[in-house]
């Protein structure tokens, strides 16, 4: 599709590429446009149609927006941002630098103005930033009939119409109704006679993980935003939270993986930005690794008396470093679903003992007959390297389950707790516990 357009681009044939644009979804004319060489990108987004242009607009990642803003004359800036809802207005400003924000507030509507304003000075991390004021509410009062006038008339310009809000003269949430109970009741229905009052709802302060595990447990499209006195501000859409949860997990995700989290796609960072966002944690976890160089010199006697040990460590240190980063991958995702809370310790704790005390017997077996049966040792070097493999996988097991709950006890993200960290602590206690009973088997 790419090579279509750059063809129709080359020999000018406008016409046929504006006929074959207004075909696509807008997110796959975006994914075009991201490609498209910077040059010829206002020329083709000027080609399409003014309502499909701001969806393609919205879907564009930030540096192309950019790119079209300062492309835009005074009047082609003003008409897709007529077309923008303020919550995805909020979203374009956020990424753009200064002087480009001046240039869009100035072609804004001061009402819009005044809007995205308000959404800017929530806290980034929160449910305010999300939300966006474009909703229909009804009064409780309010026919049937006059609730559809009113989304007739109203609801071009709201970003959703099948939810609707029922406010007092507050703005207080009293309840919420949709278009289908509106189409299903006689049209002389009161609205406070088919509204529901069992209403799900955010503070505008509310974490926006709490807003994206609200989405997932109620299955909800739209979710109402309040203020500390229950007066509607505005709603958050199901696209908003699935951007959220899209996030966090790429968030989770680095975290995991020993990154400093970052906003911005891996190909549009430069080489020193990613050098910047590895090196703390790989100079941390370097460092911490130093524990596992003391251990190693301590026993230096025991590893000179039996040679055969030193080969071992690795084995020693890699399976039971992976075995405390199954734990706590499990663990740090039923944490972030909810299905484990830190009332569960003692349970999660009981069962990867299990779990480990099967593991670590099997490992050990099986390790045992492999060094017996091909690996030329003795039986007590096997036997103390079998014997440290049950207590280590028990050890890392446990490690690896219970850190990330304890973690997020205290306020820290569990996915922080994961694989570079686990293995950094197993493979220290690995190595103390193999010494010790290598120590004791052998009469080192």
């Known amino acids: 599709m790419y090579e279509q357009v750059l063809a129709l681009l080359e020999e000018k044939k406008y016409p046929e590429l504006k006929a074959m644009l207004s075909e696509m979804n807008e997110a796959d004319i975006a994914a075009i446009f991201e490609d498209l060489p910077p040059e010829k990108l206002p020329l083709v987004y000027r080609i399409l149609p003014k309502e499909l242009a701001a969806e393609v607009f919205v879907n564009m990642e930030s540096d192309a927006q950019e790119l079209l803003i300062l492309a835009f004359s005074d009047n082609e800036l003003r008409e897709v941002l007529d077309e923008l809802y303020v919550d995805d207005a909020v979203d374009m400003i956020e990424e753009m630098p200064a002087t480009v924000v001046k240039r869009i507030l100035q072609h804004t509507d001061p009402e819009v103005r005044k809007s995205i304003n308000e959404i800017l000075q929530y806290p980034e991390d929160s449910a305010g930033s999300l939300m966006t004021i474009e909703y229909v509410d009804l009064k409780k009062y309010m026919t049937v009939d006059d609730a559809f006038t009113r989304i007739r008339r109203t609801g071009v310009d709201k970003e959703t119409i099948y939810i609707c809000y029922v406010t007092d003269e507050n703005r207080k949430l009293l309840g919420i109704v949709t278009v289908k109970d509106l189409l299903l009741s006689e049209k002389s229905k009161k609205i406070f006679e088919i509204m529901d009052t069992n209403i799900i709802s955010v503070n505008t302060l509310e974490d926006k993980e709490v807003v994206a595990d609200k989405f997932q447990k109620y299955d909800l499209l739209a979710l109402p935003v309040v203020d500390q006195e229950n007066r509607l501000v505005g709603i958050i859409t199901i696209d908003d939270a699935m951007d959220v949860l899209q996030d966090e997990n790429t968030e989770d995700i680095e975290k995991m993986a020993a990154i400093t989290p970052t906003d911005k796609p891996y190909l549009k960072m430069s080489v020193f930005e990613t050098y910047k966002k590895r090196i703390p944690w790989l100079l941390l976890l370097m460092v911490s690794a130093t524990f596992t160089e003391k251990i190693i010199g301590h026993f230096e006697g025991a590893l000179t008396a039996c040679v055969a040990l030193t080969a071992f460590i690795p084995m020693l240190t890699g399976t039971c470093g992976n075995c405390g980063a199954q734990s706590s991958a499990t663990i740090i995702r039923g944490l972030s679903l909810g299905d484990i809370e830190f009332r569960d310790t003692f349970k999660v704790i009981f069962k990867e003992f299990r779990i480990a005390l099967v593991c670590g017997i099997t490992l050990g077996i099986v390790n045992f007959a492999k060094l017996m049966l091909f690996d030329d040792v003795g039986a007590y070097v096997a036997l103390a390297v079998s014997f440290t493999m049950v207590m280590a996988v ?50 080192l």
Do not use: E, Q, R, W
């Open 394 to 443: 028990v050890f890392a097991k446990i490690v690896g389950s219970v850190l990330p709950v304890f973690a997020k006890k205290i306020g820290f993200d569990p996915a922080v707790m994961s694989s570079p960290f686990i293995s950094t602590i197993v493979d220290a206690v690995t190595l103390l516990i193999y010494f010790k009973v290598a120590t004791l088997i052998l009469h």
